[in-house]
């Protein structure tokens, strides 16, 4: 079947930048999301973009969507310690838009080294 | 508001016996869902409503039973549980979908 996908790990220095890509399936999708998770908790919804949008800014999170070649990304500004977690790209199930479910990709593993 | 609450937060059960993982939710939210989280691929849909009374089949949804008789309430229940259900059960739920979902803390279940 179709995938979300991510690649699966990403190791940056504090105070970096971060940037976590997504290659999404359905180009009809209308919203598309960025959850976090951090160990042994549920996941938390950080961010979405609407389809009709490039970008999105939100204090240090970035989001930026082609269109064009399905993908998404997320930059994350002056990463901190407390920034290594899962995340996690995820869109609305392709062809069952009615339903409103969400496809996840796989995940990607964050570690932000001192 | 408590968001979403499951229990249990941690299960072992025997192959071939069954059990309900219970989610609930405070919000007034109409859809709900069940993923499962297993390592390297994600999180993938199990069952899920969009109302009380309704119920539909996500991508995995063999071994597993739902239903929605209140808007608060979605149990999971595993019929006969097998060593492959062992994983991590996600509970989540929305208002209207498009807004992203709240999950809950989620239950780890081995089965041995």
């Known amino acids: 079947g179709e995938d979300v996908e991510q690649s699966l790990f990403l190791s940056v220095r504090e105070g970096d930048s971060s940037v976590i890509n997504c290659t999404y399936t359905d180009s009809s999708s209308t919203y598309l999301y960025w959850y976090k998770q951090e160990p042994g908790a549920g996941l938390q919804l950080l961010t979405y973009i609407f389809s009709n949008m490039d970008m999105k800014q939100d204090q240090r999170l970035t989001v930026l969507l082609n269109k064009k070649d399905k993908h998404l990304s997320l930059r994350i500004a002056d990463t901190q310690t407390g920034d290594s977690a899962i995340y996690f790209c995820a869109e609305i199930l392709p062809g069952r838009s009615s339903a409103r479910q969400l496809t996840f990709g796989s995940g990607t593993q964050l570690t932000v080294l001192p | 508001n408590a968001g979403v609450t499951q229990t249990p937060k941690f299960q072992v059960l025997k192959t071939g016996q069954s059990m309900t993982l219970q989610c609930a939710q405070d919000m007034n939210h109409e859809y709900m869902s069940w993923y499962r989280q297993d390592p390297g691929m994600g999180l993938r849909l199990i069952h899920y409503s969009v109302g009380a009374g309704i119920t539909d089949q996500g991508e995995v949804p063999n071994g597993y039973n739902v239903s929605r008789s209140t808007t608060e309430d979605f149990p999971l229940r595993l019929l006969s549980a097998a060593p492959s259900q062992t994983s991590v059960y996600f509970c989540?739920?929305?208002?209207?979908?498009?807004?992203?979902?709240?999950f809950g803390s989620g239950t780890r279940l081995t089965v041995v």
């Open positions: 989540a739920s929305s208002k209207q979908g498009n807004g992203g979902y709240t």
